[in-house]
T-cell receptor, first 113, second 109 residues
Framework: GEEVAQTPKHLVRGEGQKAKLYCAPI?????VFWYQQVLKNEFKFLIS????????ETGMPKERFSAKCLPNSPCSLEIQATKLEDSAVYFC???????????FGQGTRLTVV | KNEVEQSPQNLTAQEGEFITINCSYS?????LHWLQQHPGGGIVSLFM???GKKKHGRLIATINIQEKHSSLHITASHPRDSAVYIC???????????FGKGTKLSVKP
């Protein structure tokens, strides 16, 4: 597609439940990035992929967060046993190659209650 | 002290004014990004630069690597420029960014 598509737009989970977020990068883009925006302006890098390979996962809280980008499937970010502090907007972005412009999806707002 | 500092935090301008938003950082970087987040939440990448100056329509971004400082300028501002402008620096791999807290710009007609 011509835009980064994130689903769902909104997700509500009870504390302790699992949350799974999806991101379809722009067709032909090799790099995918996940970010977490807590409150209004606190962005944090989580993980990046080059095709289906993890490129940089230094921002991932490993205990409960995992992510995949499998061929011919949307990328996914999964949070096991969600906590209240996981409430945030999760943005996905993609770029065609390294050090080229990144395009952002509209985000998934996760609310943990 | 945050590794990426933006100023001002909030900025109100009249339509047509020249706008400057500043970003200072304290770490070595591979590239600096300026992002725009619309009131609805959508994010647009405006610039990625590692030296000098880039221009896109009414937007100009400059970076001084020695002084660890970047500026985003908007000429002839318009109410549709109202958004949060975010500076982010890349430290290693592309996409691994440290973000500033953003500058909320409001342009009044």
């Amino acid at each position: 597609g011509e835009e980064v598509a994130q689903t769902p737009k909104h997700l509500v989970r009870g504390e302790g439940q699992k949350a799974k977020l999806y991101c379809a990068p722009i067709k032909g883009h090799s790099y995918v990035f996940w970010y977490q925006q807590v409150l209004k302006n606190e962005f944090k890098f989580l993980i990046s992929f080059q095709n289906e390979n993890v490129f940089d996962e230094t921002g991932m809280p490993k205990e409960r967060f995992s992510a995949k980008c499998l061929p011919n499937s949307p990328c996914s970010l999964e949070i096991q046993a969600t906590k209240l502090e996981d409430s945030a907007v999760y943005f996905c972005a993609s770029s065609q190659a390294e050090w080229t412009e990144a395009f952002f999806g509209q985000g998934t707002r996760l609310t943990v209650v | 002290k945050n590794e990426v500092e933006q100023s001002p935090q909030n900025l109100t301008a009249q339509e047509g004014e020249f706008i400057t938003i500043n970003c200072s950082y304290s770490v070595g970087i591979s590239a600096l990004h300026w992002l725009q987040q619309h009131p609805g939440g959508g994010i647009v990448s405006l610039f990625m630069l590692s030296s000098g100056k880039k221009k896109h329509g009414r937007l100009i971004a400059t970076i001084n690597i020695q002084e660890k400082h970047s500026s985003l300028h908007i000429t002839a501002s318009h109410p549709r420029d109202s958004a949060v402008y975010i500076c982010a620096v890349g430290r290693g791999s592309q996409g691994n960014l440290i973000f500033g807290k953003g500058t909320k710009l409001s342009v009044k007609p």
